[in-house]
């Protein structure tokens, strides 16, 4: 009956201390170098076992809950329930409205990526009543980036004219700021507004220009480069020859819509979530 209480672990910890205990003896006794070589096998066989009789910390329970409770977030939010007549793009929409927050836009974005391909849980329109209730940029760009992958990029080429009016600004960090949203749209027409760009004065919106035509291009857009693989400045000639390798392997229709891989390439990241 005693034996019952103790776990598997507890009597092979038990067995190899007892185990070490012996050939500790035979130390004093010889000096071989196998008993020794024996000796440090076991002790390493100790340690493992303590190791794994050690509790799970508490800081590793709660990352293991918070992704818990992510996962299940998702799928309340993916699921709808009897009782509740409100449709998924709805419950989004109040979702993010009352626990604002990076975090939970996150959430948001991830939950419409899920259901990308599934216009029969969220039909466009929904999609469209979405986007038009949004003011979180990142949100808005993929939800048009979701309608594009159904075959209507209404919602992008929006987000492109607002863009081709930013890019004007005199502020090349500005500039900048929205070149970095455009290149996450991972669509060819934001090429359009892109790239006059890569012929700007600054050279660090320059490069920008340049990252984001890689990003959104196609062979197409290859032509705007000019001149710039002779570029005086080797960062400049560099990058420019760079986008034009990758450009050419796209055919003129490659990025007119958008991939579900695209879309999850550019997703914020959830804290927590499990991967």
Known sequence: ????????????????????????????????????????????????????????????????????????????????????????????????????????????????????????????????????????????RVIAQVLSLR???????????????ELKSDDPQARRQVLGALAKTRYAGAAKAIAPLVQDADSTVKLDALLALRATGNESHIKALGNLVGDPDPSVSWLAQDVISNLENLSTKARTKVSLNDINAELPVIAGAAN
């Not at 075959?151 to 009016?165: H, I």
Request: aromatic fraction near 6%; include cysteine; glycine fraction near 6%.
């Open 1 to 140: 009956m005693g034996l019952h209480r103790y776990s598997i672990g507890h009597l092979l910890l038990a067995a190899a201390i007892g185990a070490a205990v012996c050939y500790g003896m035979l130390w004093f006794i010889s000096n071989d170098a196998q008993q020794r070589e024996k000796i440090a096998a076991l002790e390493q066989q100790i340690q493992t076992l303590q190791l794994a009789q050690k509790p799970p910390s508490r800081e590793s329970d709660e990352t293991a809950n918070q992704a818990l409770n992510i996962e299940q977030l998702r799928k309340d939010l993916s699921t709808r329930f009897i009782g509740d007549p409100r449709t998924l793009g709805e419950k989004l929409r109040d979702f993010v409205a009352q626990n604002p927050g990076e975090q939970n836009i996150a959430i948001a974005c991830k939950v419409v990526a899920d259901l990308a391909e599934n216009s029969d849980a969220m039909a466009n329109e929904e999609l469209i009543q979405l986007y038009n209730n949004q003011t979180h940029a990142e949100f808005k």
């Open 151 to 165: 075959g209507d990029n209404s919602l992008l080429e929006q987000q492109v004219r607002t863009a081709q009016t």
